[in-house]
């Protein structure tokens, strides 16, 4: 879950007066099959006792994960291969500065840093990515997420270490989750070949953490203080756990997220102000 969406939920939460409970858990009905024609190379479905499914290397909309159906991911499609997808390339060492505004006037700094560290997860070697929210210069939120790649060119998200603070204290950590944890599943924050109208989940444990995505566009022109982008993909991210919330993201090739705007359960915009690649 972006950090955005979970600190408007806090926000939505508190004004209401109202305790809020995890959502009823999801069981997983649906086994991500794969086919001849479209499936993604990383993901094995689980086969019946008669049929082994042999994943292709080429995905497809119908191949990518959506809401709670279960993956198996194959170590062996991630040993080795760097993340160097496009729209998101993850050098170590590299670092984006984002300045995020609202309609209420707030100004919150957000960094995010390509760490030289990895964390096994489902068997897979995840780069260690360290996210932390500041406002008048004290932390609001502190987070590590685990990103891998495969050897399709899929970028897969395997969970978050998610803090909140008020005052120098840990208020939360909703929205934490681990890929292979208490149910929770994979997810795809960037696919291989985004097309337009391509749909994924990008998290999944259960009441937690449901973001899912849909390609908008692959030609869009974005300004941003840290340059000007023509041919950036944009995303529509949303979850069902808050549906008035819906988030456009946009990636600029060589670079990464550039730009971030709430377009629906609010009134906010992330924008890139400095980037440093690894």
């Not at 409970?21 to 099959?33: E, M, Q």
């Not at 291969?81 to 500065?97: E, K, L, T, Y």
């Not at 984002?98 to 707030?106: I, V």
């Not at 995505?213 to 300004?223: D, F, G, I």
Request: net charge negative; charged share 20%.
């Amino acid at each position: 879950m972006t950090p955005r969406i979970r600190r408007l939920l806090a926000v939505l939460v508190s004004s209401a007066a109202i305790a809020c409970g995890p959502s009823p858990s999801r069981s997983p009905a649906v086994t991500v099959t794969a086919s001849a024609s479209a499936s993604a190379a990383s993901i094995s479905a689980t086969p019946s006792p008669t049929t082994v499914a042999t994943p292709s290397p080429s995905p497809s909309p119908a191949a990518l994960p959506q809401g709670s159906e279960p993956v198996t991911l194959d170590p062996a499609r991630f040993a080795g291969v760097p993340i160097d997808h496009p729209f998101w390339p993850m050098a170590r060492g590299s670092r984006w500065v984002y300045r995020e505004t609202d309609a209420e006037g707030g100004n919150q700094k957000v960094e995010v840093t390509v760490t030289d560290q990895a964390k096994t997860i489902l068997g897979i070697q995840a780069t260690v990515v360290h996210d932390i929210v500041t406002e008048d210069g004290e932390v609001v939120e502190d987070t590590i997420d685990w990103y891998a790649q495969d050897t399709a060119g899929n970028l897969w998200y395997l969970g978050e270490d998610t803090k909140e603070y008020e005052g120098g204290v840990v208020v939360t950590t909703e929205g934490s989750w681990e890929a292979g944890v208490k149910g929770a599943q994979p997810g795809i924050i960037l696919p291989a070949a985004p097309t337009v109208g391509m749909t994924y989940r990008q998290e999944y444990y259960a009441g937690q953490a449901e973001d899912a995505a849909e390609v908008l566009s692959l030609s869009q022109h974005v300004a941003v203080p840290f340059g000007t982008f023509d041919g950036v993909l944009q995303t529509k991210d949303f979850t069902p756990l808050d549906p008035a919330n819906v988030e456009h993201k946009f990636y600029a090739r060589g670079v990464g997220p550039v730009q971030v705007i709430q377009v629906a359960g609010g009134s906010s915009r992330e924008v890139l102000l400095t980037f440093e690649a690894g």
